[in-house]
């Protein structure tokens, strides 16, 4: 599936304010004085924008995505020593791991596998930051009688097939923290929803079509018509509404390194 430049340039504003700042803050320590980071999913580089400020001077990327048009606009973001790899992250081996201190990920892990994420575990030697995957929580204000319906329909739809088989969508989160932790990693967690006002209409706007669509297109109740409905009526009031869409952040530490992390 592809993502636009537009719509990840319109997230990117509400995504810096929803990211738990702690967890951000020891991800930057655990990449340590001479930092080499790895974006998995990087898109137009929204996690390099974010973490530069807080990195040492010279941190250097590899950004990592299946999307050439995206990846060409992540290492305009980056600096001159950073590299880009258009790669499908499915291909763990092919990854560019030398040397790595962090590896990085936003709003990504819902759209992998449960497959995935062992296999990463299996491999994984340092930190991984993985920020703001969806959570399958979602509430307007004010309220809608549709807007359960729908949330349960555009989770279902979370859940199929996003390229590297059934996705683990709102599950995400749990999912990740589960797999982890049994392979014996320490697992730190954060809540990081996007709490959006008039401020973010377009976003909302964006969001509720691109939901609506979603929702009409998974199985079950609501119908089509009523999905679509939805959705235009939230597109027309998104400048009066204010919504809450859950995400979590996970800071992901290899056992080795599980003691200098201050609780
Ligand atoms: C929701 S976007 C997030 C982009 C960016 N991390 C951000 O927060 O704005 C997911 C990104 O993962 C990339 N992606 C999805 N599946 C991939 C795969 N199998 N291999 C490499 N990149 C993938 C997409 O091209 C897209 O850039």
Redesign the pocket.
């Known amino acids: 599936m592809g ?1 636009s430049t537009d719509w ?1 340039t319109l ?2 504003p509400a ?1 810096r304010e929803a990211r738990d700042h702690t967890l951000l803050q020891r991800a930057v320590e655990l990449a340590g004085v001479d930092p080499i980071l790895m974006d998995l ?4 580089g ?2 390099v924008r974010t973490l530069e400020p807080a990195l040492p001077e010279g941190a250097t990327w590899r950004l ?4 050439p048009v ?1 990846l060409e606009r992540a290492l305009e973001a980056a600096g001159n020593t950073s590299r880009g790899h258009l ?4 291909q763990l081996d092919s990854l560019p791991w030398e040397g790595v201190t962090l590896v990085t ?4 892990l819902d ?1 992998v596998t449960e497959d995935w994420l062992v296999r990463l575990s299996e491999v994984l030697t340092v930190p991984f930051y993985a920020a ?1 995957s969806y959570n399958g929580q979602m509430h307007w204000d004010p309220v809608d009688p549709r807007d359960q319906a729908v949330t349960e329909a555009f989770n279902r739809h979370q859940r199929q097939n996003k ?2 088989g059934p996705a683990l969508g709102p599950t995400s989160v749990e999912k990740t923290i589960e797999v982890f932790e049994a392979a014996g990693f320490t697992v730190l967690h954060g809540d990081s929803p996007w709490q959006l006002g008039p401020e973010f209409t377009e976003l909302q706007q964006a969001l509720v079509a691109g939901i609506a669509q979603a929702a009409s297109e998974a199985a079950g109740e609501p119908d089509e018509t009523t999905a679509k409905a939805w959705g235009e009526t939230r597109v027309a009031q998104a400048a009066q509404t204010r919504c809450v869409i859950g995400h979590g952040d996970l800071l992901i530490i290899p056992r080795s390194l599980s003691s200098t992390v201050v609780s």
């Open positions: 993502f990840l997230r990117e995504d999913g990087c898109g137009t929204s996690t990592v995505d299946n999307d995206l790669v499908d992250i499915d990920a936003s709003a990504l759209l703001l390229g590297l």
